[in-house]
């Protein structure tokens, strides 16, 4: 403590109204070498961490003391060693510091300090070598040719790796060739790499590769498979090194989502998990366990955990996925109960838009900056996600029996404690390819049944309005080539149509424009948001809706867009 | 999915009993460029990943299929676009893939990867200047000068920034001067830092030093002293740098537990916490918010977090933390309460050792090579640890009236669900500098008010057993000098003895022994090990009885040691 070192006893009489004095004959500062002798009667001026002088047992806090001139008036009593720490109370010579096989902490790295070690032996990083297998691959950052995807598990393994602290090493593309994987996993193991990561191609076919290889190197398969969803075809094996251990072989999963899952599953990372509540109804893998990768949001009740859908072959299901629930083998069902998410990392909250999806949403985002979540369940599941509490905003266009949009639906839902913001105006049509004799809705109407559709999903406000649509004209849905065909977004319709799989889709003209499609249109809608009151005062809200007022959209915007048209 | 493209409308009529058989007309690879055209009742072999045919538009799983020659029979019935993904559904031309400001995760890079993108560009890390002020530091693998400590701040301070992911560099170890300290800021802000941290010298002076600096260098302070415990010296302010922007200059404590917290609270790094129970009674810091450094334990009921109380000066306190509570200001007792522990990392669980200290229990652990944590709270401390089912192992060393040990204390006690272990006998006496003329026990008692004295704290067995000696002798405590001086390891009154500091100590042999000091034996004790019977099972705890047995210590083994001597 800052203050003086003292004679113990020569203060037991002071008090605030009659304090000792005593004769200041020194001062000591920390990482001095005090030569002194103190006597009965005297004091010394001391700092935190300077050593106590000879004849001192005890420091008063300079907050009990008024110096005068070269004396000190102590106002308050002290007992003996009091404000003194021994030599020998922390750590004293023979004590163990660190165990053996600790892993290093900034307070474990302190205690080396401390004892004065600048360097010390540690163990080498794990090393893992990564080879990506599969003829489909191709390096990012070169040309991608046709059918060829973009290698992904490469990088998300690497940066996986990088996140434990063990070092990695690229051992590039491999194609389906036996011989070029066997060439490849040799020098790996030459390398003296203690693991060898394979992610495998797509096809089921890879596991059955990597499995023969390992035994063709003389190595010996522990797995072959695995009861899980995703993570299937993993393998795991080991192969000797030239020391004579075992080289650990793992044969991943090519989706790049079932890639990361099995990893996390086997190289398990941080243990970080948290409780949410899971709203929606959910079919699981039957015989397997299966760990479903999911989204996390905010809820009025907690956290809301919703399941990312895209598959395991979606790049988007890795971006979205914050983690992953484990649903046991023997469960089929999930729905509206609570779960457990094991993370992947910190969850990135931010503002949380659950509803249709539209690339005026992200327009606003990318001109607010905010950070948001979108989670694409159509407008009904958006409205629900309100109802419950759980999203912020959600974009809806729900066209209701007498054309009103929307409003009639918040009725019906019985949503509560919300708001509905005028948005914008789209119009949605049918998209065609250009080369096809379709230039009016005559055309179309005249030849529906000849022309191969492609519908959006149910709950969804295009599919609504379709359904509107023939019902008005009397059309019967059969008549309609590819009705039951469900595409989930509006640039799935684009390109489904682009690429001439399919003849005509229903969807907004901005993404007819994008994907360079004939548009004609069948009518316009209210793209609105419904917010949660509660969030109104929200910076990030605020933000939102100044911005979807003032940002140039690709769409029409009615005069009061931005303005509180119905409350709920 | 692997298995066979088909035109659905073929398959309607499939079904276990009626297969339809089509013929193969080729296969296709994931990677592949197909150039096949699929007529009716034709189907092509197809891999995961693989580009659909013209003329197909579905995939039946192979699972539901089998080969005969250049036919495939199908065995049930597949949608139109059922296993098939559209281009467009998971990214599409113009989609947002990743918002400015994205932390990148491994899912993120994952993303970038699969849209191609080998180099993107990214901010760089933050850069934050270390410099470590004060005349009593020493760079570690330095010799120590007397009355000096080693630079500990400077190392946990860089090893928690690389923890958050950013760059540091060290200015080294400036003295108390200020034209010293002003020429190393100067520097460091020339370096084009973004942040200059000074862990501050242990003197309170050493935070004026640098609010001095701040504004000498035309520099701003914002804060200077903060309400919390600990942490009151800190400084917080800018100076301007070279680019005209505010470079932000923080001052911390100089205590390495103190630097570390507080660089915790200001430079939050993953919010990570943990609820556990309280089960000791601790008194606050006046006036202040106090962040109370913790270990937390495995209890039967979760988590039990004990106080680590060594103090912020101490470097145990940093290796023995898991992390810190904060104790609101108004608060004055923390008591037998549920408490909320802020991690600083993952928690090392591992065997819990919770009572007196001994050398022995270290050199048990260092040859048996296991995880523990050690938590010294006295042999009642220990006792009470273990009938509310927090720690694991106790070691006790408890005279009781009838000079039985141990067993009688288990009984006042009551604690149930436990086994007493033998374990070894330590002899207990008086720790004499070898200068001084008392060689045997009578010189002792003749002198014993002439000499100064260390004693141990009231609940540790050395202290009964000193007050037992007392007793059965006549002796009047208050006639010994320093009967009130309690110190908390038996090393400590080791070194307060081999330092002149006191005269006379009452210990063990081991660490006079360990001191070259004078060992005049007074007792033997047992000091045996109170285990939850519960933990019997456990690995650890088996492996920990079977190292006691077998381990050379430097105490004298009864025959029965590391048997169950009693159950209760």
Request: charged share 30%; proline share 4%.
């Amino acid at each position: 403590m800052d203050g003086y070192a003292v004679r113990s006893e020569d203060t037991y009489m002071a008090d605030e109204d009659n304090p000792v004095i005593l004769k200041v004959v020194g001062r000591i500062r920390a990482g001095d070498t005090p030569n002194i002798q103190v006597k009965s009667g005297e004091a010394v001026e001391i700092a935190t961490g300077a050593p106590i002088p000879k004849g001192c047992d005890a420091v008063i806090m300079v907050e009990y003391t008024e110096k005068e001139g070269d004396t000190v008036k102590i106002y308050q009593g002290v007992a003996p060693h009091e404000n003194i720490q021994y030599c020998g109370s922390d750590i004293m010579a023979g004590e163990l510091v660190l165990r053996k096989d600790t892993v290093l902490s900034p307070r474990d790295i302190g205690a080396l300090a401390a004892i004065g070690k600048k360097k010390i032996k540690v163990k080498r990083k794990l090393r893992v070598a990564l080879i990506s297998t599969g003829d489909e691959l191709i390096d990012p950052g070169r040309p991608l040719g046709e059918c060829k995807i973009y290698d992904v598990n490469t990088y998300t393994l690497a940066a996986s790796i990088r996140e434990r602290g063990w070092d990695f090493k690229f051992y590039g593309i491999v194609g389906d060739k036996e011989e070029d994987l066997v060439k490849t996993i040799k020098r790996a193991i030459e390398d003296n790499n203690d693991i060898v990561i394979l992610s495998g191609g797509t096809s089921a076919g890879s596991s059955d590769l990597t499995a023969n290889v390992i035994e063709k190197l003389g190595g010996e398969i522990y797995i072959h498979g695995m009861k899980i969803k995703p993570g299937k075809p993993t393998v795991i094996g080991s192969i000797p090194g030239k020391d004579g251990i075992p080289k650990l072989i793992v044969g991943l999963p090519g989706y790049p989502t079932s890639c990361l899952t099995v990893f996390n599953v086997l190289f398990e990372g941080e243990k970080r998990s948290i409780r949410g509540h899971f709203p929606l109804r959910y079919i699981s893998a039957k015989g397997r366990v299966e760990y479903l990768p999911v989204s996390v949001v905010r809820s009025s009740k907690g956290y809301a955990v919703y399941p990312v859908l895209k598959g395991s072959g979606a790049i988007t299901s890795l971006t979205y996925s914050d983690g992953y629930i484990v649903i046991e083998e023997g469960k089929e069902i999930l729905e509206d109960e609570p779960v457990e998410v094991h993370l992947f990392g910190n969850i990135k909250f931010g503002l949380s838009i659950i509803g249709s999806h539209c690339i005026g949403v992200d327009i606003i985002l990318r001109e607010s900056n905010i950070y948001a979540k979108t989670i694409n369940v159509g407008s009904i599941g958006g409205l629900l996600s309100i109802k419950r509490g759980e999203g912020d905003i959600a974009g809806i266009h729900l066209l209701g029996e007498d054309g009103e949009y929307n409003i009639p639906f918040l009725e019906k839902y019985k949503v509560r404690d919300a708001v509905l913001i005028r948005g914008y105006i789209r119009r949605q049509g049918f998209m065609v390819r250009r080369d096809l004799p379709l230039e009016t809705l005559e055309d179309i109407l005249k030849n529906i049944d000849r022309y191969r559709f492609i519908n959006r999903n149910k709950g969804s406000g295009t599919r609504i309005l379709f359904d509107k649509f023939l019902e008005e004209r009397g059309i019967d849905k059969s008549k309609i080539k590819g009705y039951n065909i469900e595409a989930k977004t509006h640039s799935a319709v684009g390109m489904a149509v682009a690429t001439g799989r399919v003849d005509i889709g229903v969807g907004i003209e901005t993404v007819a424009e994008m994907y360079n499609l004939r548009f004609i249109p069948i009518g316009e809608e209210y793209y609105d948001f419904l917010i949660r009151s509660e969030k109104l005062e929200d910076e990030n809200v605020i933000k939102f809706i100044e911005t979807l007022k003032k940002v140039d959209l690709p769409f029409k915007k009615p005069l009061n867009c931005g303005e509180i048209i119905y409350r709920c």
